[in-house]
Each structure stands twice: as C-alpha cells, then as structure tokens.
C-alpha cells in the first residue's frame, strides 16, 4: 500500500493501471467461490480489527460509537451477501437456447451470460465512512463481479480508509488472489480524479456524494475517446407528501416520525427528506406547530468535517433568503463546528417558480411546501426532478383520492415510501437504491443489494461454440448449479 497520507503523483497512474488490468485478466478467469472466498476473507477481517476503527473512525468524523457501529455490520454483511450472491449466480442473467438443426433456416446454439468490465475506479464516500467508501458497497460488487478495483479515499477520513485497505490487502494476501486485484491510493487534486477516469484502462466508476462531484466524473468519462459509465450516486431531497386525512387524524405522531427522519446523524443521509409537500388545513398548521417545537428541541451536533458544516450552514441561509421563505426553525450560524435544524416553510407558487428551492441543503433541514389544493400538490410533484425516495403518508381514503399522484410518484423516484420515512435502506434485493437523473446518472441501476453487481458486468451471447470452449456457467452439465434460463424456462437442471 502507498504512504497513508501522501498524494498520488500523476505519472503513478499509469502503472498503477497497468497492475489492476493484469490482475483483473487472471481475476475474471477464477471460478465464483473464488471470488466469494476474497469477499469473506475481508469481512473477516475487518470483524478482527475490533474497535480500533471505530475510535479511528469517530476522531474523523464525529460519528458516534453507535452509528459506526451499526455501520461497521452493515459493511461486513454487504461483504458476506455479495459473495453468496456471487456464489449464487443468478446475477450473471444466463440465458441458453439451444440449436435447432431441423430447422428452415437451422437456429444456432446460443448462450448468454454477464463478465465483468475490467478495471473499477470507486471513490469513496464522506458521509459513509465504511459502507460507501474502502471497503463499501461499490468496491464489494466489483469484486463479485470479478472486476480489479482502484479506491480513490475520501480526504476527510485517510486513516479509516487506510485501515480498511489494509484489511483488503490482508484477505487478498490470504486467499492467495491476485496483488493487485485492490489498490488504494490518496488525491486532493481534481487532476488525480481526472486522470483516472480517463485513463484509457479505466473501465467503469462507482460514486457516492455531491451533484457537483457526480456529474464532474460523468463528463470526463463522456469526453473519453472511449465513454465509460460512470454509476454515482449523487443529490436527493426525498419529498415527503402528506396527505390531508392523515394529517387530520394524528398531526403530532406524523410530527414526530419527520422530525426524527430530518435531524438523524444530523440530516447526513442521501436519503434526508428535504421537502414535506401538503395541502393547507387547520390540520397542517398544528403539524407544522408541533414539528416546529420538535426542531427546535434537537441540539446542535458536529457534522462529518468543517467543509460539509460551512456548506450546510450556507445552504441553510440561501433557502432562508428566497422570497417568501419564512423560517420556522432557523439553522444556528454561529455554533463553530456545530450544526442545528432548520425548518422553513413556502407556498407552492413560489416553490415552483424557484429552482434553488429544489436544491439539496445537505444536513438537517427540511421546506414545507405549502399547496392551495389537490390540484396544485400534484402540480408540485410534477415539478420536482428525480429523487432516491419519494414518499406518501395517507389513510386509506387519501390514498384512493391522490391516485393520480401515487400513479406519478414512481416516475420520479427509485424507492417509492407508504407510510414510512425514507432514511433507512435495507440491503437486500429488492430494495432500489438509485432514481432518476439528478439523484444518479443512471436510474437502471441501485447501489444497494445483488442486483448492484450488474453495474460492473455486460452480456456476451456465445454462439454455436464447442462445449468444451465455453465457460464453466453456459456448459450443458451447469456444473455451478446456477439458476439458467434455458429454451425458455428457468432451471438448474443441466
């Protein structure tokens, strides 16, 4: 592993490459167990570092013990259902249709599977120090897919990373991988990114934070002689739309449920709900009353490092200023290297008319967007670009009345709520942790569960090849007793 904290030089890049591709052709050709055995082996190993990277990680970000915790497993399942999920197969999308020599005109024999791009560069992220960075989702579906992978740390947490690449480099030593197969390297400069988005060898990107960063990696990899996809996760307000027959019934528990989703780990979460969207009512102003107590009973905490809490504490005073916002709970400016709620409140005629309203304030605020009716939420939905989550809170009949709304809401969205906040994404299959452009640069694909494999792979049809040329999953036998499509049913049957 290069030094901890020095900067990579430009000319190291390319070698740098040249390692991954070469550990990557001798990676991909290895069975799945293989593949699964080096997943596990990390996940081992970062279980046997014990606390020594949650004190690491807490001195670098002011995530409490409890948090990282909860993080640190969470990592380490990812690790361990990446590598039954690879095990498993059922990503690779087999499809076999077998010849037809009797046929006018004969068909074929044709056999189709996923293989991996090649050379990953992941770059890690701030707001998830473990899941979304070193040794995150985006570096574990990689290697299930059987790509070589290149981390790019996250400047504002170095020694967590470092620790986390060491583990990798520990597994990959002891279940006899290629070296290179991981590599971890440090750049502050926008040139380092650059250069390895563009670097030739380069065959994919995976990336979790800001609109401004995402969209940056997806324009170099575009101006490419050869374009790369760039998968990145990037901003997300989440609305929130509130429903007028719930509202009536329960105004301080739907309170309470918002109030708790805004301000967690001090807003720091893609899936933040930075907009609640309801129609005017007596109900909706003793909503806004008791969110407005709830608030401004929340203390002041630290956020992950001075830059996201200076720029938290500008965002938070940009919506402020807007025309005709008013504040109900106003961010606290002068708190150094602490963050507090903000709640701020505008009609829908200004909200639409004002795209910096849209904008993402990263921490823990949210607008209440107030509508004269029915008619205008549904305008305001419209209105809004695409989002991880959207999500609705409704008694049955307010659910049969805004059927229009709930038929429109997952076109805007990766994960559509009923009656549930949207922080909290549970890693599993079905879950989608993705939406429509701004949220990623593309919403075919989550971050999230096995399906977050796919990003890394493309199909390969093999016609008319010898059995004993093809590989180990298209062969007859299925030796690896994976699900298949074969002639058009689904079967492990060889």
């Given amino acids: 592993m290069m030094n901890s904290y020095t900067d990579i030089f430009l000319d190291q890049i390319d070698p740098l490459l040249q390692r991954s591709l070469q550990a990557f052709l001798d990676f991909r050709s290895r069975p799945l167990a293989d593949r699964a055995k080096l997943l596990r082996a990390i ?5 046997d570092m014990g606390d020594h990277w949650l004190a690491v990680a807490n001195k670098e970000t002011h995530l409490p013990e409890a948090r990282l915790k909860n993080e640190r497993a969470r990592t380490i399942f990812q690790l361990e259902s990446y590598a039954l999920a ?14 037809l020599p009797e046929r006018n005109p004969p068909r074929p024999d044709l056999r189709k599977m ?3 791009l090649g050379p990953v560069i992941v770059f890690g992220a ?6 979304y ?11 299930a897919a059987g790509c070589s992978v290149i981390v790019k740390a996250h400047p504002a947490h170095p020694e967590t990373s470092a620790l986390a690449a060491a583990a990798i480099e520990r597994a990959v030593d002891r279940t006899g991988m290629p070296k290179y197969i991981f590599q971890h390297l440090y750049g502050a400069s926008f040139e380092v990114g650059k250069n390895l988005v563009q670097h030739p060898l380069s065959a994919a990107v995976g990336f979790t934070g800001s609109f401004k960063g995402g969209k940056q990696l997806f324009d170099w990899a575009n101006q490419r002689e050869k374009p790369i996809p760039v998968f990145a996760e990037m901003g997300s307000v989440n609305p929130i739309f509130l429903l007028p027959g719930i509202l009536q019934s329960d105004a301080l528990e739907l309170a309470s449920k918002v109030a708790a989703s805004v301000t967690l780990g001090v807003g720091q979460f893609c899936t933040n709900p930075g907009i609640l ?3 005017q009512s007596e109900s909706l102003d003793s909503f806004r009353a008791h969110l407005t107590d709830l608030m401004e009973q929340v203390p002041s905490a630290p956020m992950l490092h001075e830059g996201i809490q200076h720029a938290y504490q500008s965002h938070a005073a940009a919506h402020r ?3 005709g916002v008013s504040t109900c709970v106003r961010a606290n400016e002068l708190a150094e290297g602490l963050a507090s709620p903000q709640l701020t409140v505008v009609d829908a005629d200004r909200f639409m008319s004002n795209a910096q309203l849209q904008q993402e304030v990263f921490g823990p605020a949210t607008l209440l967007v107030v509508c004269k009716d029915k008619e205008q939420l549904l305008a305001v939905a419209q209105t809004i670009e695409g989002q991880l989550t959207c999500s609705v809170f409704g008694i049955k009949e307010d659910f049969i009345e805004f059927q229009t709304l709930l038929q429109f809401l997952p076109l805007r969205c990766g994960r559509l709520n009923y009656n549930m906040v949207p922080t909290g994404v549970e890693v599993l299959q079905s879950m989608h942790h993705g939406g429509p452009f701004p949220a990623t640069t593309d919403a075919r694909f989550t971050a999230v569960g096995s399906d977050a494999i796919l ?6 049809s093999y016609q008319n090849c010898p059995e004993e040329w093809l590989p180990t999953e298209l062969q007859s036998a299925n030796p690896l007793n994976i699900l298949r499509k074969v002639n058009g049913e689904w079967t492990r049957i060889g």
Avoid: H, K
């Avoid at 690879?86 to 010849?99: F, K, P």
């Avoid at 701030?126 to 899941?131: K, R």
């Avoid at 960075?133 to 290697?143: K, N, Y």
């Fill in 86 to 99: 690879c095990e498993q197969g059922d990503w690779m999308r087999i499809s076999i249709d077998t010849a």
């Fill in 455 to 460: 990003r890394f792979v493309r199909p390969v």
């Fill in 43 to 47: 996940a081992a190993e970062l279980e």
């Fill in 321 to 323: 200023d807007q025309p």
């Fill in 133 to 143: 960075s070193t040794a995150g989702g985006d570096t574990a579906s990689a290697i």
């Fill in 114 to 116: 996923m293989i991996p």
């Fill in 277 to 279: 969207v309801a129609v």
């Fill in 126 to 131: 701030s707001n998830f120090p473990y899941a």
